[in-house]
């Protein structure tokens, strides 16, 4: 590697660990101000409260990841132009694109670095926040998990399977319902081909019922439709939202092909391209911000003092725009690979084609 290479390359890293250091320490602060009220008031010890910020830390990154990659790109190249070190740089020969080649070699490794956090760290630590925060904290239990297009969820009494084709509606296919004594053996198992929520009861149609009596046998009842109070409601099937954050890359990826139906197989593809293009998306935000650091130095004789306000704001139309278009995906409205990468492309080819005339 040539000397300017690794020169420019460690500044880059410097700069970005500054950064980095700055606003998680900035996040780390608000958040512990707006929830240590809930530690103390569940009487949490300090020990918790600190293993939950600091496994917290992955995950601001993670969310940050776009804005630190620009940010460090933009400030490294400005150093160098503050310094009159990019001036004498291409008064020797060098071609810009060989000046900021380095910088994009660096994020492209800190880019790497993200996508293997998503896949073997941030599912570990963030599991274990949401169970400290929502569980513990909150008291917010999830009790059911969805495995091969079926849910499954203990209730007080017994357990639960079913499919729940739409989530808008309280009706459920090949629905079970299942109790055991305190020895383990079958006290009830209830099997319907359809079921649905009619408040206050549930009404179960094409099914059966077997129920051990006292005299050690099953009694069996076949029913065309049935009127049931059971100890849980739909209400408490939902599974918490936050339980999708949990899944690595390649989860994201498997639970495309385990969901039951189509709205929510285009919901989950959208979740897996969103997250690989979230994760990518500091690529073309550097390459739009070096240019603009270089032309706002040409119009006004500044560069950071510009590029960096410019280059934020840049960031976070990018990020807009990117987070509407994945909530049109996961509806449906639009399809998710172009949803997931438009703004990528658009971005990089400006990015590019600024570069290009800055070179020329």
Known sequence: MQLLTRYIIGQF????????????AMYLLIDFFEKYDSFLETDKS?????????????????Q???VLTLLSGVITLGILN?????TALKAAGIPLKRIIRPILMAAMSITVIYFTAAQFILPKTISVTNKI????????????????????????EGFYSFKW??????????????????????????????????????????GQLEQHSKDGTYETELFVEKGLELPETPQDFLIPEYQTAELSLVGLFTAIGDQPTEAQEIAARADFYSRVSYLLLGLPLLLVGLPVLLLSYQKWGRDLSVAVPVSCGIAFVA?????ALQSLAKNGYVYALPAAFSIHIIFSLIGIYLLLKQDT
């Not at 890293?13 to 998680?24: C, D, E, K, S």
């Not at 409260?49 to 993670?62: A, G, H, R, Y």
């Not at 079970?176 to 649905?196: M, Q």
């Not at 990020?319 to 987070?323: E, P, R």
Request: aromatic content about 20%; glycine content about 8%.
């Open 165 to 206: 084709p739409n989530k808008e509606k309280l009706a459920f296919r090949t629905f079970s319902y299942s109790t055991w004594d305190e020895e383990y053996n079958v006290n009830k198992v209830l099997v319907a081909e359809f079921a649905e929520w009619v408040p206050p009861i549930w009404i179960l149609r094409a």
């Open 13 to 24: 890293i410097r700069y970005f660990l500054t950064i980095n250091l700055a606003f998680v």
């Open 319 to 323: 990020w807009g725009t990117w987070g």
């Open 64 to 66: 940050l990841g776009p």
């Open 46 to 62: 300090l020990g918790v409260v600190l293993k939950f910020f600091m496994l917290n830390i992955p995950f601001i990154v993670d």
């Open 82 to 86: 503050h310094t009159n070190e990019l």
């Open 133 to 156: 925060w929502y569980e513990d904290v909150r008291g917010k239990v999830p009790l059911g998990i969805f495995r091969n297009g079926r849910y499954y969820f203990k209730g007080k």
